[in-house]
Structure formats: C-alpha cells, structure tokens
C-alpha cells in the first residue's frame, strides 16, 4: 500500500489537521504503513474511517467508544457497507439512549422552572433530604425516577 495518501493530501481531502491525524493515530484509530523514507502512506479507507470518527465526536461520542466500534470494523480490507452495518446498531441504541435522556431532562426542566420554589433546600430535583433520596445519590428525577413513585 506504499502508493497509499501522504499525511498532507488525507488532511486536504478530511479538513482534519496533520496534528489532529496524528492524534488519530497515537490513540490507535488509524494504522498508516510507511515508506522507506518513514513517510506515513493512508489507505483510501481512512478517508472513511476519518470521516466516521469526525461525525462520532459531532454526536457526542467519547474516542474510547469510537475506538471500541472502530474495533469491530475489519484492519485488513476496506470496510464495506456491511461492514458499518453491523456496528450502525449499536450506535443507533445509543443515540436512542440520549434522546429518552434529553427528552427526560426537558420535561423535569419544564417542571422544575413552574415550581417557583427557587430554593436549593427546598428542590425536589436536587435536595438530598426529600423522600426521593432513598433511590440514591444525585437528581433522581433528571436521572428517571418517577416523581409520583410509589417506592418512595
């Protein structure tokens, strides 16, 4: 593969730095081969791989969880449309997860902003003496407990 991209032409062509793509590939997300003279030389497949990691961290993605779904893709070939199907599920659960998260945090929020208590001491979504506190540590409604919970 050592008529592969230089370093400079796969940043012309992802809009990444050099010093970005270098990041990418001290934290293993991105293996380049090298020449004789010890240039790195990319596969046309990091294109792709780049561009996938650029749109995770767009959707909030932590590199471990990048790395860990990169993971699953094959090092020694192109990856194939199949290929990113098969982890496109595990992402899709998680954003799932955010959106029941955030939509969560919305109606508490909406709740929180009418109960005119505005008071630390007196917050049912923060005070650690309410009844809720039982549940454990932390806003336990933010975190999903029901506030008309029968267990409390």
């Given at each position: 593969?050592?008529?592969?991209?230089s370093?400079?032409k796969?940043s012309a062509r992802?809009?990444?730095?050099?010093?970005?793509?270098?990041?990418?590939?001290?934290?293993?997300?991105?293996?380049?081969?090298?020449?004789?003279?010890?240039?790195?030389?990319?596969?046309?497949s990091d294109?792709r791989r780049l561009?996938?990691?650029?749109?995770?961290?767009?959707l909030?993605?932590?590199?471990?969880?990048?790395?860990?779904?990169?993971?699953?893709?094959?090092?020694?070939?192109?990856?194939t449309k199949r290929?990113?199907?098969?982890?496109s599920?595990?992402?899709?659960?998680?954003?799932?997860?955010?959106?029941?998260?955030?939509?969560?945090?919305?109606?508490?929020?909406?709740?929180?902003?009418?109960c005119?208590?505005?008071?630390l001491?007196?917050?049912?979504?923060?005070?650690?003496?309410?009844?809720?506190?039982?549940?454990?540590?932390g806003?336990?409604y933010?975190?999903?407990?029901?506030?008309?919970d029968p267990?409390?």
């Amino acid at each position: 593969m050592l008529a592969g991209l230089s370093i400079g032409k796969l940043s012309a062509r992802t809009g990444l730095s050099v010093s970005a793509i270098r990041f990418y590939e001290e934290k293993g997300l991105i293996s380049p081969d090298r020449n004789a003279g010890g240039q790195r030389r990319f596969a046309r497949s990091d294109l792709r791989r780049l561009s996938f990691i650029i749109i995770m961290q767009r959707l909030g993605f932590a590199l471990e969880e990048i790395r860990d779904l990169m993971s699953r893709l094959p090092a020694a070939r192109t990856p194939t449309k199949r290929d990113w199907e098969k982890i496109s599920g595990k992402i899709q659960q998680r954003i799932d997860q955010d959106i029941a998260r955030l939509e969560q945090t919305r109606r508490n929020l909406n709740g929180c902003i009418g109960c005119g208590c505005l008071s630390l001491k007196a917050c049912a979504l923060y005070n650690a003496e309410d009844k809720i506190a039982r549940k454990g540590a932390g806003p336990r409604y933010t975190m999903g407990d029901s506030i008309v919970d029968p267990d409390v």
